[in-house]
């Protein structure tokens, strides 16, 4: 519900601004926020604010516009503001601006996310999307860096494969937010680590050794694993999930810039789209079926 009073505040608003970190992982749980709320603190303290301010900016654009009370306490319209927010801080250097451009990214990333939720329907679900987008305006400002060069250690490039949901190549990033997703959802954090791991071993066979070492093939597979493995579905969806990600990665990758998120964003629609082709079809043939 729209409205333009500013009512009906959360009744809690650090839980909600935990709640949207977790959002982040697809899955509602404050502990497991605070998780990923440490995993940043302590291993890239720079974007810490920039992280904060981005959910806090989505948080008050929904409380100002008047979304959903629940939504808003659930993180909703925080978890795009959180990943805005540690990017712009990542890529750009600090000036006196950059906390307006993140605080007025974390309010669009809101109100973007507003607009999916009442229009995409259950086909074209928001995910990452608004976060994708204006990553991508943010990332046409800079200059492309370099990856570093990490370590050939299989453990640690899992750890990296989910830290990189968050932009973090620590693997004590990775270790927190997969501690937090335990506390969250057990079998979901087992499959986001599957993801990431198959999505390392994508990448060694494929010869992509660096970019397999720092976790760049994990997230989008350990997103696309979360994404259906926490909604219950049989092991051979998500697995079908992850590998979608996987093979829409390389067409992301021919971009001038980074492909962030879509390549989980993307494979999630088209899953969603098959099931319900599927479901159009069953309905269909069902009449045909009786006769």
Known sequence: MYTKNFVNPCPDWATALLNGFSQVLLLRNPLCGLCCLLAILLTAPNLVGGALLGALAGLLTAQRRGYDRADRQAGLYC??????????????????????????????????????????????????????????????????????????????????????????????????????????????????????AIGGGVALLAGETQAAWLGLHGFNAALAALAFSRQGEKPWVTLLAIACALLLQPLFNLLPIAGLTAPFVTACWLMHLGNHLVQLNQRRNAPRLHS
């Open 79 to 196: 978890y795009n503001g959180v990943l805005i927010g540690i990017l712009i801080s990542a890529v750009l250097p600090w000036s006196a601006i950059l906390p307006p451009l993140i605080i007025a990214a974390g309010g669009l990333s809101s109100m973007l996310t507003h607009q999916w939720r009442k229009r995409g329907g259950k086909l074209l679900i928001a995910y990452t999307a608004p976060f994708v987008l204006l990553g991508w305006a943010a990332l046409l400002l800079t200059e492309p860096s370099a990856n570093g060069y990490v370590e050939a250690d299989p453990v640690y490039a899992l750890l990296r494969g989910v830290g990189q949901i968050f932009l973090l190549d620590k693997p004590m990033a990775g270790l927190l937010i997969v501690i937090g997703m335990y506390f969250a959802n057990p079998y979901a954090a087992t499959w986001a680590l599957i993801g990431s």
